[in-house]
């Protein structure tokens, strides 16, 4: 199989993080409440060609038979890259070995030059110029060997090569086939489900409630709305990158196990994009109560005597989220001034990275902000 050399631009990763979330938030706000549950797609199913083909997702989502063809042949494939990596590495030590002994043939070679008499003389010492032709003479013969080890590595190498390659080749033909054929798989396989009666009722999950992790959650304003707002965006916008991990990650897989061609981006790339949400998501998820807390003796209190203990425990929690937004602010700042990159290949600038350790503590302290505001206002409003 032909290595891969793809190497992530900065500037791409960077764009996919912007671009990738605001076109898949378009996307599902147009199609809400236009797909029926169950509708095959067609969108879909080719999504799961392109991407999933090679082990045959795109039979599998329309369920059909079709799949345990490719199954057999994916598993076909991972072992003849097990067995290319395996012949490359001892093809490697033979070509180590060659070296050795091409160098050691070289030194016996002048060795025994310099032991050798000029023409018409005599050597001036017998028993050393027997042992410099003796080693030159072992040298050659353990060069013939080598280079028959390694004759016979490069065939072993060269036949799961083109195992590899055959086995590719037969994946990718049933792929262009399979291009043409989907329509028609789509429609026989809506019309077959469109004629069974499905008797099995579907489970109708209990709605989640969010928001509700105290009664002064369901106090709005229009200037503390404005930040709940905010900080929905923020989290369902940032939530998408995880569709970004997906395709990374199975390219990474596609890479190293069927093209030997691991990469050093891709891991590097995810954990700080994972980094970064984590971050960026601290006011959403306190927003909706989702951050860890004890409720032990919490639960048992009177509302007003909830909203009494938030607004007393409150400030505890701005100690630590400015404390967060200060040292951030600094390690932001200290990252551009060094303009700061990994210490990996792929060099990825760090200063952005940084940058959403203050934007996530400014979210959180001003979701905080909100909170506190409504526990207040829940106190005050509310009659005893």
């Not at 069927?258 to 891991?267: G, Y």
Request: proline content about 3%; some cysteine; hydrophobic content about 50%.
């Amino acid at each position: 199989m032909p290595d891969l050399t793809f190497f992530l631009p900065h500037w791409f990763y960077w764009m996919s993080l912007i671009v990738i979330p605001l076109l898949c938030m378009f996307v599902i706000r147009r199609q809400k409440g236009k797909v029926k549950e169950g509708e095959l797609s067609y969108g879909i199913a080719y999504m799961f060609w392109f991407f999933g083909g090679i082990a045959g997702l795109h039979r599998l989502y329309l369920k059909n038979k079709g799949v345990l063809i490719y199954l057999p042949l994916l598993v076909a494939v991972l072992f003849a890259n097990a067995q290319v990596k395996e012949a490359v590495n001892v093809h490697s030590g033979a070509m180590n070995e060659m070296s050795i002994v091409e160098f050691k043939l070289e030194r016996a070679q002048t060795k025994f030059d310099l032991e050798k008499p000029a023409e018409g003389e005599t050597a001036r010492d017998q028993e050393a110029l027997e042992s410099a032709r003796q080693n030159l003479e072992e040298a050659r013969q353990t060069l013939g060997s080598v280079k028959q080890e390694l004759a016979a590595t490069t065939a072993q190498l060269n036949k799961w090569n083109w195992v590899a390659r055959i086995l590719a080749m037969i994946i990718g033909l049933l792929l262009i086939i399979d291009a043409f054929l989907l329509p028609g798989l789509i429609r026989r396989r809506a019309d077959y489900e469109s004629s069974v009666e499905k008797k099995e009722q579907q489970y109708q999950f209990p709605e989640e409630k969010t928001g509700d992790y105290s009664p002064a959650a369901q106090v709005h304003r229009p200037w503390l709305d404005w930040i709940d707002k905010l900080n929905g965006f923020v989290g369902e916008f940032i939530c998408y990158w995880s569709i970004i991990a997906v395709f990374v990650y199975y390219y990474e897989v596609v890479a190293r196990y069927f093209f030997n061609s691991p990469t050093n981006w891709a891991h590097e790339g995810m954990f700080l994009m994972f980094g970064m949400q984590y971050m960026l998501a601290a006011g959403y998820t306190l927003r909706e109560g989702g951050h860890v807390h004890v409720d032990i003796i919490y639960n048992y209190f009177s509302d007003r005597m909830k909203a009494l203990v938030d607004i007393l425990t409150s400030v505890f929690f701005f100690i630590f989220t400015l404390a967060i937004l200060w040292s951030g602010w600094t390690f932001f700042m200290d990252s551009v001034q060094i303009w700061e990159v990994s210490f990996t290949e792929w060099a990825i600038a760090y200063w952005p990275i940084k940058l959403t350790i203050p934007l996530g503590a400014l979210l959180l302290t001003l979701q905080g902000f909100t909170r506190l505001f409504k526990d207040i206002i829940f106190l005050t409003e509310t009659k005893v």
